[in-house]
């Protein structure tokens, strides 16, 4: 190296130097030229998203019973997403129920609530009372179902009014859920709507309408669905939308019709039903993890039956 090159690359040196100096005493944050850059794209691959939880039931605010205010008791010490699965406010689903029965107990979650509306909803013209109350978060007023993801959960809200919004193969209703879960890239998937696909509750049989939302969520190798309509709880095995035992591809659906309005019993045990409880105001509560979820009912203050157990997405 030339005498003038050596003085050039001394006299760089020195400048760079001074600016750090200078950069140093500001405050200002200097790079390390040492430092690597961080790998986003590798980072964000290798996330593992944190457990959800999604809790909740149907059949819930009702003034003349104490059901709703215990638990809505339960849902104040239960952090996460709150499923409000139908008949939401007795007897009609008015403003009045909403704000006389519904709003002093589920009401203070409903910031974190995403409801789906039941057939008491409809008492009111074109559940008006409902989509007023719940506003966005119940969906389009004029179809009540909607989808959202929850940590690495893709999760859907259907309407289960078939005479009115209707679930039949090629409906827009059932389109859209082909669609969804086709667009769907999260691992494991859940639903929830308010008549049940499979029950043996007394005052409502399996239900035949929501068969094609069903078969749809079957194509797609969804994981779970909760419903509600008859006042009880009960757990079903792994079943395709015919009533197969399925414990490869099926789907695990609960009645969680215990939210707080009157109890009712059971009539004739369907087949595959595992657990199931008539006396008893609850919540069941989903967590939901990366590859698999946990359910638990958890039963109203001073009760003891309890139900819980743990499954592996598909």
């Known amino acids: 190296m030339s005498r003038t090159m050596k003085r050039n690359a001394v006299r760089a040196s020195l400048v760079t130097t001074a600016l750090v100096s200078v950069l140093a005493g500001s405050g200002a944050v200097v790079p390390s030229a040492a430092a690597p850059k961080p790998d986003n794209s590798t980072t964000a691959a290798n996330a593992v998203l944190a457990d959800e939880v999604l809790v909740g039931a149907g059949d819930i605010a009702n003034c003349g019973t104490a059901g709703d205010e215990a638990t809505a008791n339960l849902l104040d010490g239960i952090a996460g997403t709150v499923m409000a ?14 704000t006389n029965c519904y709003s002093p107990t589920w009401g203070r979650h409903k910031s974190r609530t995403k409801p789906a509306t039941g057939n008491h909803e409809y008492h009111t013209s074109g559940a008006s009372g409902y989509f007023n109350y719940f506003g966005a978060a119940a969906g389009d007023a004029s179809k009540g179902y909607y989808s959202y993801n929850l940590g690495s959960w893709h999760v859907v809200a259907l309407n289960s009014n078939c005479s009115i919004v209707s679930c039949s193969a090629g409906s827009a209703q059932e389109q859209w859920l082909r669609n969804d879960l086709a667009a769907n890239t999260q691992p494991c998937i859940a639903a929830y709507w308010h008549h049940p696909r499979y ?39 792994l079943m395709d939308a015919n009533g197969n035992l399925d414990t490869t591809n099926g789907i695990r659906q609960f009645v969680a019709g215990m939210g707080g309005t009157g109890l009712g019993g059971f009539g004739t045990i369907q087949p595959n039903s595992q657990a199931r409880n008539s006396d008893t105001w609850g919540v069941l509560k989903l967590t939901l993890h990366a590859g698999s979820y946990d359910w638990q009912f958890v039963p109203q203050s001073g009760k003891t039956y309890s139900d819980s157990g743990t499954n592996s997405c598909h």
């Open 199 to 237: 029950t043996s509750g007394s005052s409502h049989g399996p239900n035949t309408a929501v068969k094609p939302l069903y078969q749809a969520l079957y194509d797609n190798h969804a994981d779970v669905v909760v419903t509600g309509h008859n006042h009880n709880y009960e757990r079903f095995n």
């Open 85 to 98: 699965i139908g008949d939401t406010a007795y007897p009609d689903g008015t403003a009045a129920d909403y």
